[in-house]
């Protein structure tokens, strides 16, 4: 118990860091048991979130607040539009002309799986292909029956959306509108002693901030540039295998490795081993070497320094709680426990009970006077 009780009193005596660890654990039971119901809330400040930039580019100019928000409303409310009825229509016909298509390309890919014992007897047999042939079945017909789910409930998710289209920009308004008065409002509400989790919300901010923008940015423009490289060499789908790129990009290192699969296949499908199922794969390449290379750093401003073993393992377990929006902001969380953990005081019993970052600011005045002596 002593062990228990030395941790404690080393990590949990600071008031501050009480009161950093309540919102915490706040915060994240209010995502969790309401996060479905409070989802167009949730949508709206995110959204907000992004465009707040904007507004204050805007702001920086000499517009007024409300002006401001005018300006980027009047910006924000026509790709919505474009995204619902330019974008999704195109989406949802090219995957039916993809579900159409599909029992061609499962005869084509039999027949390939099928002459590959003859072809390469050392390598391959008739009962391993067989299985493999058998198993590709069996997940065809298991999505054939998930489609299907998904078909008999889109009546409600239709009347979802719509609801959805009309409240998410009247929040997204009012919440751009009114920010100050809801951050005074909030700030009424907690305590006044709450130095510490200022210090790791300013320190988050800057990080998240600059991240999920430039995230943003880089979805359309990654999607834009596909788009139009495989509009011009002709590949099918182009509109669905871009937007999957474009949204491949919120998972470092996974996402693009992934989506470089349906690609493949539906080159091989539309044109076989040529020279032009080569360059397609190769222009997919630059894209990604481009990517990585010359946006990102433009994009980003600040590195969110994190491991590449911390950043898949904050994908696989904020995906899994949230879904998609925990893969989305996998890097932003993971930012944010580094900052807590870089920000949490720690008590070193041996030097009375200064904190940590006391202990090294008396280091260094002592180092200073060593050398002014």
């Keep these: 118990m002593k062990i228990v009780s030395d941790w404690f009193s080393r990590y949990f005596t600071d008031p501050q860091v009480v009161i950093l660890a309540l919102l915490l654990v706040v915060g994240f039971a209010v995502v969790l048991t309401l996060g479905d119901m409070l989802a167009p809330v949730l949508a709206s400040v995110v959204i907000a979130y992004l465009l707040e930039g904007m507004v204050e580019t805007f702001e920086r100019w000499g517009a007024s607040r409300l002006l401001a928000v005018m300006l980027v409303f009047l910006l924000f409310v026509p790709l919505v539009v474009f995204s619902v009825f330019g974008l999704i229509p195109r989406l949802s016909y090219q995957i039916t002309q993809l579900v159409q298509q599909l029992p061609s390309m499962i005869a084509a890919g039999h027949e390939v799986l099928s002459s590959l014992p003859d072809r390469y007897p050392n390598l391959f047999s008739d009962q391993q292909i067989s299985t493999l042939i ?3 079945r069996t997940e065809i017909a298991a999505l054939g029956q998930r489609v299907l789910s998904l078909s008999l409930a889109s009546v409600v998710s239709l009347i979802t959306l719509l609801v959805y289209l009309i409240l998410v920009p009247v929040l997204v308004f009012f919440f751009l509108k009114d920010k100050q ?4 409002w909030f700030n009424r509400l907690l305590p006044r002693e709450r130095g510490l989790a200022d210090e790791v919300w300013h320190d988050v901010d800057r990080q998240i901030g600059n991240y999920v923008r430039g995230k943003v940015w ?23 295998l871009s937007t999957l790129v474009g949204f491949s990009v919120i998972i470092p290192y ?6 470089t699969v349906p690609i493949a296949l539906i080159a091989y499908f539309q044109w076989g081993f040529t020279m032009e199922f080569a360059w397609i794969l190769i222009a997919y390449g630059i894209i990604q070497v481009l990517d990585g290379n010359v946006l990102v750093p433009l994009l980003f401003s600040e590195v969110v320094n994190l491991h590449p073993i911390a950043i898949i393992v904050a994908v696989l377990v904020f995906g899994g709680i949230w879904g998609f929006w925990g893969v989305f902001f996998a890097i932003p969380l993971a930012t944010l426990v580094q900052a807590v953990l870089k920000a949490w005081p720690r008590r070193n019993h041996s030097e009375g009970s200064p904190t940590k970052d006391s202990v090294d600011e008396d280091a260094v005045l002592a180092r200073v006077s060593e050398t002014d002596d």
């Design 134 to 136: 058998d198993g590709i």
């Design 254 to 259: 996974i996402g693009a490795a992934v989506v």
């Design 218 to 240: 880089e979805i359309f423009i990654v999607g834009g540039i596909t788009y139009a490289t495989f509009t011009f060499m002709g590949l099918q789908y182009a509109v669905l």
């Design 181 to 184: 008065r809801i951050l005074d």
